[in-house]
């Protein structure tokens, strides 16, 4: 047969198909196709202590300041009574103050601690919080009574008292006691206190390192996490755990940036951090906002593996933030003295990956992991640019692979999603031949609306792209989670699945805020001190992670990508272990409109789970967490009654063996279709 007749007769065959079709928008699916890997990677998470992330927040630790260690070694505490703070003759070395309690000088009055968390401490009816302090007896007694409890004390009930224990200290040595206390109801902004509670009046008692954890944590680890938290991250199903930013990582100085070393080992003595969002900006100030420490690199590489998470661990590359710092004034580390940094860096890997007979392996295993974290990436830096970086970038990035070539490398595009600097680092980047290049967007809702093909041109060699710092900020003052910045970005991350061959990684950012102690928005997770709110981002995010698929396979309207077309962005992929086809869609548009599936014959059963909002403003909040969520029905496959009928959507047999599927897409819908192969 003649070329042009073949062609000819195969334009009208499918014109027959679709005579009887509806009207609306075709998507062919081509699984046929080999496609592109989808890397197991490829969504995850940003998790940077800011918005009281991990202090305050993910890290369940109730005490503010339980060392007595902040710049005011009694911020955090209100003290009543005969109250010292010492230094001389504590239990840790790197942790110096401790508290001396007295008789307060009458019978009738109270010498003691109350410390109400960062923002109150959450308290809840019948739970049960496992106290621990260090104390000796520091008078004549040989033994001094104390009494800890758990208190509402700005509540209006009788009692403050929510429940409470009577703990003896018997030794002059220093000694770690523990008490379980229990609440006899709910306070969402509770205090704890600790009173001399003896009868002595030469009792003297020390007191250091006083904590208090909720005895249910997530896994049930000691020095654990918030389980609610915990379970929200890993309900994300995330391809990587990125920590600890952000530009915590930077510091406001070279001193507060995020050492790794200082947050393992035993957690009594991991000196502590000042914040770097602490209290950078007038607007939101937290003056106690300190890390503790307490959720460290340990407790980072046990939580990544927990959730099935790759660690991607971002280190200083010896600059602090350079949005802070004028370079005049030397901000930054300078070369000579880099190799400090770079064996950081070597030490981190060594931590994570050595054998426990390493030195920093060895600290690993002590902690309670002989078996090696499996660490396969580093950042070097997070938001850096110009000359400064690249002298630092260099002699590190080969320092790094000289002794672990197997690490993969994440350098930097800086802070902007385009422009001078980004493009500079770019060519920078590839000379060097870094892995991944981290690319950051906090933009408005134009850039996400248009930009869903911003992968489509990129090079197809080189570095890869992980997307570390993203997020769609509303304009004209929305700069909160309302549903149509998560429409924006599930638009925006169709682009990112069908160029799977670019981008490996990404991340949206910031992960977690607390409803009263937050610096920055819009954040993924919002939480207050007893519940917790999963944003419409969030179910975004989560509705990629969990039907990532393994590999990406056209899916065009027309001939070509489903990137801005008729308001549309979609993307296919396979998930070879299911063999489901599944479609994630965008509709932009306020209006719905009719979309057919081309796709193959035989399918065994389909669903669609759909997020959408009639108001595009609407949030989720925590008094109505549930208000936006994605909702998931089975999808009739069963043919349509006449097929001839192009005003029935269903499913249409068509001749080729395929079927149509089509159906009515809502107006501002973002929609995960799961097509079922066997
Ligand atoms: O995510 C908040 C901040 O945004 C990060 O710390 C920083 O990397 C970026 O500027």
């Known amino acids: ?6 062609l000819g007769l195969t334009v009208l065959l499918s014109a027959a198909t679709l005579l009887a079709q509806p009207r609306g928008t075709t998507l062919v699916v ?19 202590d800011i918005n009281f992330a991990a202090d ?20 955090g505490w209100k003290t009543f009574g005969k109250v010292e703070v010492l230094s001389e003759g504590g239990p840790f070395d790197r942790n110096p103050h401790y508290v001396r309690l007295r008789y307060p000088g009458h019978p009738a009055r109270q010498c003691g601690l109350e410390n109400g968390g960062w923002l109150g401490i959450g ?3 019948g739970a049960e919080y496992r106290l621990s302090f260090w104390a000796r007896t520091a008078g004549k007694p040989r033994t001094v009574g104390l009494l800890a409890a758990l208190c509402d004390p700005y509540g209006s009930a009788e009692n403050q008292v929510l429940g409470a224990e009577e703990v003896t200290v018997t030794s002059s040595k220093w000694t770690k006691y523990e008490v379980v206390l229990k609440a006899d109801r709910t306070a969402p902004k509770g205090a704890f ?33 918030r389980k609610d938290l915990a379970q929200a991250l890993a309900d994300l199903h995330p391809g990587i755990l990125r920590f600890p930013g952000g530009c915590i990582v930077e510091g406001t100085s070279l001193d507060n940036r995020y050492q790794w070393k200082n947050t393992v080992g035993p957690v009594e003595n991991r000196p502590i951090n000042i914040n770097r969002w602490n209290y950078g900006t007038f607007e939101r100030m937290f003056p106690d906002y300190y890390q503790s420490g307490g959720l460290g690199f340990y407790e980072y590489f046990r939580l990544a593996e927990e959730i099935g998470a790759e660690p991607v661990p971002i280190v200083s590359c010896g600059m602090a933030c350079q949005f802070q710092n004028d370079p005049e004034w030397h901000p930054n580390c300078s070369l000579e003295d880099l190799g400090t940094y770079i064996q950081d860096a070597l030490d981190l890997i060594e931590f994570a990956n050595g054998s426990p007979k390493s030195k920093w392996g060895k600290v690993r295993a002590e902690m309670g992991h002989p078996e090696p974290f499996g660490l396969k990436y580093l950042g070097i830096g997070n938001e850096q640019w110009g000359a400064e970086f690249i002298e630092r970038f260099e ?12 690490i993969q490398i994440v350098g930097t595009s800086g802070p902007y999603l385009g422009g001078e600097w980004f493009d500079d680092l770019w060519k920078e980047m590839r000379r060097l031949g870094v892995d991944l290049v981290d690319e950051h967007y906090y933009s408005w809702e134009g850039f996400y609306e248009k930009n869903a093909n911003r992968y489509d041109s990129y090079p197809r060699t080189g570095p890869k792209v992980f997307a570390g710092e ?9 700069k909160f989670n309302h549903f149509n910045a998560a429409l924006l970005e599930a638009s925006f991350m169709t682009g990112l699945e069908r160029n799977a061959d670019v981008v490996v990684m990404s991340s949206y950012a910031p992960t977690f805020a607390h409803v009263d102690g937050w610096q920055w928005r ?26 990532k698929g393994s590999r990406v396979i056209p899916l065009t309207i027309d001939g070509k990508p489903v990137a801005d077309v008729r308001n549309l962005n979609a993307t296919c992929a396979v998930d070879d272990a299911t063999g489901d086809l599944i479609v994630k869609i965008a509709n932009l548009s306020p209006y719905s409109q009719v979309v057919i599936f081309d796709l193959p014959g035989g399918l065994t059963g389909a669903e669609r789970t759909a997020l959408h909002s009639d108001n595009p403003m609407d949030e989720n909040t925590l008094d109505e967490p549930s208000r936006v969520v994605p909702v998931t029905e089975q999808l009739d496959l069963a043919p349509v009654a006449d097929p001839d009928n192009e005003w029935l959507l269903g499913v249409r047999h068509q001749e080729n063996g395929r079927i149509a599927y089509s159906e009515r897409l809502g107006g501002r819908t973002f929609a995960v279709y799961r097509f079922h192969t066997k």
């Open 30 to 48: 081509d699984d046929k196709a080999e496609g592109i890997p989808i890397q197991p990677t490829m969504y995850g998470i940003f998790l940077e």
């Open 123 to 125: 308290l809840e009816a």
């Open 395 to 406: 002699p590190f990035m080969k320092a790094v692979r000289a002794k672990y070539p197997d």
């Open 56 to 75: 305050g927040g993910l890290y369940a630790e109730k005490i503010c300041n339980r060392s007595f260690e902040y710049d005011n070694p009694l911020q």
């Open 470 to 478: 993203y997020a769609c900020h509303g304009s004209d003052g929305k």
């Open 1 to 6: 047969m003649r070329k042009g007749l073949t």
């Open 522 to 547: 819009p954040d993924l997770i919002w939480f207050d001190n007893l519940r917790v709110m999963r944003s419409c981002s969030y179910y975004v995010q989560q509705l990629y992670a969990a039907n």
């Open 193 to 225: 206190r600790l009173l001399l509670w003896d009868e002595s009046q030469e009792a003297v008692v020390d007191l250091e390192h006083v904590s208090l954890f909720p005895a249910d944590t997530f896994h049930e680890d000691e020095n654990g996490l």
